[in-house]
């Protein structure tokens, strides 16, 4: 058998003759990468004995080993357990101008599935779902996929299977396992069509590679990553992206801006009756911390809003009913230069908290179609999207059982002036005013523009907005803790 395999390989002479023009080509391209600020991820898939870790070992022989990462993902761990699916394949992206190479890839997760009930396979259509929204914002981000499957028939499965048995120094290689893959062959393979079918895009299509010559097979792989980088390298040529600036902001939806003003400012509340109702609502939050983390139930609240509406107050009165030890208060900036050079929802993805764990974002992700989109850091093709985008961010964190709970605390413009001015006046808090925050308020109806769609775009029932009037911050602290005590009470099933 082994003669016969041995037969039909490309000679070895050849093989090693085009071996040295390959890995010139590769090691140009991780340059090319480089100086472009492209990302390049790079899925080896396959049957079982194709040979996917021979081809993953030896891209990384012909690669600068500096501008590349391999990443294999077993089964979870508990701190991946902890978090929702796609967390451990966000966490591992490469930043622009590198490549990462990836055993089985996020696809593996759907192989190892074995559907057999309608709520099975519900669960795989949804997981196929997020492997393909996963991979179409990667690329709209400019990153570059290459998918190859290595295909094996079963007969040459067996006989590659077999070979390795005999042999005393790769024996060790073949398990009761993979003989027990090689038998339910039909099965996996209709399951990996079945993947590969969903998962086949346009931007990220599959390649199917012939793993039966293993020289042929090794030089396919190759030259199909350096064909996709030159195709992608035309397309950026053909059709390059516009440069991100400010324009004018007009609605999309103008029911938000007419929800936004419609907002009743005018509440009245004295110090002694918010003292009296602010310890119960604390108590009772406190109670539904520790009920979710006894549920392995996380929370994250989302604080949104005007400059000087009273987030940063807000936040310190809530987690003064919180043990210290289980939350982290995460305040968005300006993205720093490693932020940058990922994915805008990667710095996101990588503070979600672990089960009965809370974070607390003072700004969030909605940065993306608020100050983004007016000050012209994105493009209008990016914030337009984003609106899909950041549900289905959500969607997965609420889909894993992360309670998440939004406020927009909404002020007039008289009342911001007014506290824009005491923060001057006043010399312990004149560090919280600058001239950005001025200039934020020329922009007013911009930003009201831009809150009003984001309020009606990105309003679900398990992530619902709560609209905080905060003229009064006593008033206002106050509705935060009681809506945050109804919406954490409803998803944990739990009396307020």
């Given at each position: 058998m082994a003669k016969a395999l041995e037969a039909r390989r490309m000679p070895k002479k050849d093989y090693e003759a085009r071996v040295p023009l390959v890995r010139e080509e590769l090691i140009q391209l991780q340059v090319a990468l480089q100086h472009a600020g492209i990302r390049m991820l790079v899925v080896v898939g396959g049957d079982e004995a194709a040979g996917k870790g021979e081809v993953v070992n030896l891209l990384n022989a012909w690669l600068d080993p500096r501008g590349v990462q391999t990443f294999a993902f077993h089964a979870p761990t508990e701190e991946e357990r902890q978090r929702p699916p796609m967390w451990r394949y966000w966490r591992s992206l490469p930043p622009r101008g590198r490549a990462a190479i990836y055993f089985g890839g996020w696809h593996a997760d759907a192989l190892a599935q074995e559907p057999k009930s309608p709520k099975e396979l519900a669960d795989f259509n949804r997981m196929l779902g997020r492997l393909v929204h996963f991979e179409t914002l990667l690329v709209a981000d400019d990153t570059l996929i290459v998918k190859v499957w290595l295909r094996l028939a079963r007969a040459e499965q067996k006989a590659r299977l077999t070979e390795l048995e005999k042999d005393p120094d790769t024996a060790w290689r073949v398990t009761a396992d993979d003989w027990k893959r090689h038998r339910a062959y039909d099965r996996s393979t209709r399951l990996a069509e079945r993947m590969r079918r969903a998962t086949h895009l346009p931007e990220s299509p599959w390649q199917i590679i012939d793993a039966a010559d293993i020289r042929a097979r090794n030089l396919s792989v190759a030259?199909?990553?350096?064909?996709?980088?030159?195709?992608?390298?035309?397309?950026?040529?053909?059709?390059?992206?516009?440069?991100?600036?400010?324009?004018?902001?007009?609605?999309?939806?103008?029911?938000?801006?007419?929800?936004?003003?419609?907002?009743?400012?005018?509440?009245?509340?004295?110090?002694?009756?918010?003292?009296?109702?602010?310890?119960?609502?604390?108590?009772?939050?406190?109670?539904?911390?520790?009920?979710?983390?006894?549920?392995?139930?996380?929370?994250?609240?989302?604080?949104?809003?005007?400059?000087?509406?009273?987030?940063?107050?807000?936040?310190?009165?809530?987690?003064?009913?919180?043990?210290?030890?289980?939350?982290?208060?995460?305040?968005?900036?300006?993205?720093?230069?490693?932020?940058?050079?990922?994915?805008?929802?990667?710095?996101?993805?990588?503070?979600?908290?672990?089960?009965?764990?809370?974070?607390?974002?003072?700004?969030?992700?909605?940065?993306?179609?608020?100050?983004?989109?007016?000050?012209?850091?994105?493009?209008?093709?990016?914030?337009?999207?984003?609106?899909?985008?950041?549900?289905?961010?959500?969607?997965?964190?609420?889909?894993?059982?992360?309670?998440?709970?939004?406020?927009?605390?909404?002020?007039?413009?008289?009342?911001?002036?007014?506290?824009?001015?005491?923060?001057?006046?006043?010399?312990?808090?004149?560090?919280?005013?600058n001239e950005e925050d001025w200039r934020n308020r020329k922009q007013w109806k911009g930003y009201e523009t831009a809150v009003g769609d984001m309020l009606v775009l990105t309003n679900q029932k398990q992530a619902p907005w709560h609209l905080i009037p905060a003229d009064n911050k006593r008033f206002a602290r106050l509705e935060i803790l009681k809506l945050s005590c109804y919406q954490i009470a409803a998803a944990l099933g739990e009396d307020i």
């Amino acid at each position: 058998m082994a003669k016969a395999l041995e037969a039909r390989r490309m000679p070895k002479k050849d093989y090693e003759a085009r071996v040295p023009l390959v890995r010139e080509e590769l090691i140009q391209l991780q340059v090319a990468l480089q100086h472009a600020g492209i990302r390049m991820l790079v899925v080896v898939g396959g049957d079982e004995a194709a040979g996917k870790g021979e081809v993953v070992n030896l891209l990384n022989a012909w690669l600068d080993p500096r501008g590349v990462q391999t990443f294999a993902f077993h089964a979870p761990t508990e701190e991946e357990r902890q978090r929702p699916p796609m967390w451990r394949y966000w966490r591992s992206l490469p930043p622009r101008g590198r490549a990462a190479i990836y055993f089985g890839g996020w696809h593996a997760d759907a192989l190892a599935q074995e559907p057999k009930s309608p709520k099975e396979l519900a669960d795989f259509n949804r997981m196929l779902g997020r492997l393909v929204h996963f991979e179409t914002l990667l690329v709209a981000d400019d990153t570059l996929i290459v998918k190859v499957w290595l295909r094996l028939a079963r007969a040459e499965q067996k006989a590659r299977l077999t070979e390795l048995e005999k042999d005393p120094d790769t024996a060790w290689r073949v398990t009761a396992d993979d003989w027990k893959r090689h038998r339910a062959y039909d099965r996996s393979t209709r399951l990996a069509e079945r993947m590969r079918r969903a998962t086949h895009l346009p931007e990220s299509p599959w390649q199917i590679i012939d793993a039966a010559d293993i020289r042929a097979r090794n030089l396919s792989v190759a030259q199909h990553v350096l064909a996709r980088f030159k195709s992608h390298q035309l397309h950026r040529r053909v059709a390059p992206k516009a440069a991100p600036r400010p324009a004018r902001v007009v609605a999309l939806r103008r029911e938000g801006l007419k929800l936004l003003r419609n907002i009743q400012l005018e509440h009245h509340l004295t110090e002694e009756a918010y003292a009296a109702k602010r310890d119960k609502w604390l108590g009772r939050l406190n109670r539904l911390v520790r009920a979710a983390a006894a549920q392995q139930r996380s929370i994250v609240w989302v604080f949104e809003g005007w400059d000087a509406a009273g987030k940063g107050g807000a936040i310190r009165r809530l987690t003064s009913a919180i043990d210290a030890r289980d939350y982290r208060v995460i305040p968005v900036a300006k993205p720093t230069d490693e932020e940058k050079a990922h994915h805008y929802l990667w710095r996101f993805w990588r503070d979600v908290p672990g089960a009965g764990r809370v974070t607390i974002y003072d700004r969030s992700w909605y940065g993306r179609v608020l100050v983004e989109r007016i000050e012209g850091f994105c493009r209008p093709d990016e914030w337009r999207r984003a609106y899909d985008e950041l549900q289905n961010f959500e969607t997965q964190l609420t889909d894993h059982g992360i309670v998440v709970v939004k406020f927009w605390l909404h002020l007039s413009k008289e009342e911001q002036l007014r506290r824009f001015r005491h923060r001057e006046e006043t010399a312990y808090k004149r560090h919280k005013i600058n001239e950005e925050d001025w200039r934020n308020r020329k922009q007013w109806k911009g930003y009201e523009t831009a809150v009003g769609d984001m309020l009606v775009l990105t309003n679900q029932k398990q992530a619902p907005w709560h609209l905080i009037p905060a003229d009064n911050k006593r008033f206002a602290r106050l509705e935060i803790l009681k809506l945050s005590c109804y919406q954490i009470a409803a998803a944990l099933g739990e009396d307020i």
